[in-house]
């Protein structure tokens, strides 16, 4: 059975299927899904690539920020970092190694968890960090909790807390890069909310009536979609939130995706934002290929801020990839990225790299990054490297 036979089979036994049930399939279903099906998406001779693939900096320079909230809440015996959605491991790989030899102390203090539901990611990173696993450094999670309803986000009986490997009230930094945009999200329209139907195993969209909790969601924190518009709605990345929210009692939260705020909507931008990509470039669209293609949407920032300020945290104003990473980086002039650089050559390739995730025509501007905290002093939040760029 191929996906598209299951997702056929799921339609034709229960009807039209809201277009988030058939994007979670698309991505996720343990035997077909695009982040089950192998390992071979991410980096240049993937379909796409993140931060991480572009050079180790990026985790470099997000080791150093995390030391630096280390420091803030008063250097405590022990920390988590969980990292959301962690790929392949890269990232967390960077983050340990440049931990260990450049902050001994925090590296001491630091447990690394990742959790990540793709069994086949999940033995790619058991082989990425083997050593860290093996020492206590490192550990994967599974997240057994009862997934919330997400015809009902806002229902307290449904959140709980992520898994973790220590205590619940040892201090946690939270770090999610490009995680959010991999959620699945409902498409809403002026005739309805999207639904998935099929005639003679072809894919046809199909329209609902929109349910009041999507209505809510679009007052508060969208815009209403005009003939011939479409926008979405992104209650699991707002179940997401809560949890998280839920979880930190002391700590911090790094979201960095691409994405925008209402006020950017307000102005007639980020409109039909769901995205398919295959071998670095745009697809025809979701109903093309079902489990072979990645399948995106821009983050509502505005909506994610106010569900953690929900769960009692403090969220700062968004930055962008480049002032973010400026911001930790400036005070050294960048030494985590040239520091192994032996030859002319190798820094000028080194300095393309880092260009890449900083200036508009890389990543830099594309991305932004969300900080929140909670239990710690908004002045001391507010004196973070990763936020001072510019002041």
């Avoid at 982040?35 to 693939?53: H, I, L, P, W």
């Avoid at 307290?156 to 959010?180: G, T």
Wanted: aromatic share 10%; net charge negative; with cysteine.
């Amino acid at each position: 059975m191929s996906l598209r036979q299951k997702i056929l089979g799921e339609i034709h036994e229960r009807g039209p299927i809201p277009f988030s049930r058939y994007m979670e399939m698309c991505l996720y279903d343990p035997e077909y899904g695009y982040y089950s099906r192998n390992a071979e998406q991410f980096g240049k001779s993937g379909d796409f690539y993140t931060s991480s693939d572009v050079h180790a900096v990026f985790g470099r320079l997000l080791a150093r920020q995390f030391d630096e909230m280390w420091r803030a809440i008063g250097s405590p015996a022990a920390i988590e970092v969980l990292e959301l959605g962690p790929g392949r491991g890269l990232f967390a790989q960077d983050v340990l190694d440049w931990s260990e030899k450049k902050f001994p102390v925090f590296f001491n203090a630091l447990r690394y968890s990742l959790l990540e539901s793709s069994a086949v990611l999940r033995e790619r990173i058991r082989a990425t960090l083997l050593g860290h696993i093996e020492s206590g450094k490192a550990k994967l999670l599974k997240d057994t909790s009862r997934r919330a309803d997400k015809r009902s986000p806002n229902s307290d009986d449904v959140l709980s807390a992520l898994p973790r490997c220590l205590p619940a009230d040892v201090p946690l930094i939270v770090f999610a890069n490009e995680f959010f945009d991999a959620l699945p999200v409902e498409v809403l329209s002026a005739n309805g909310s999207l639904r998935i139907g099929a005639r003679e195993n072809v894919f046809l969209e199909e329209w609902a009536g929109s349910s009041p909790t999507e209505d809510e969601f679009l007052d508060r924190w969208g815009i209403h979609p005009q003939e011939r518009e479409r926008t979405e709605v992104c209650l699991v990345s707002m179940e997401w939130a809560r949890r998280i929210a839920a979880t930190i009692q002391t700590g911090f939260l790094i979201a960095i995706d691409y994405g925008y705020t209402r006020d950017e909507q307000l102005a007639g931008r980020h409109l039909d934002t769901v995205m398919t990509y295959r071998k670095h470039s745009a697809t025809p669209g979701p109903h093309q290929a079902p489990g072979e293609q990645d399948i995106t949407a821009h983050v509502n920032f505005t909506a994610l801020a106010a569900a953690l300020e929900s769960g009692g945290m403090q969220t700062q104003k968004l930055r962008t990839q480049s002032q973010f990473l400026l911001g930790v980086g400036e005070k050294n002039q960048f030494a985590d990225a040239f520091e192994e650089c032996r030859l002319p050559q190798e820094k000028g390739k080194v300095a393309l790299q880092l260009k890449h995730l900083v200036t508009p025509m890389g990543m830099g501007e594309t991305f932004h990054a969300l900080v929140a905290s909670k239990g710690v002093n908004r002045e001391v939040v507010e004196s973070l490297t990763g936020l001072s760029f510019g002041k």
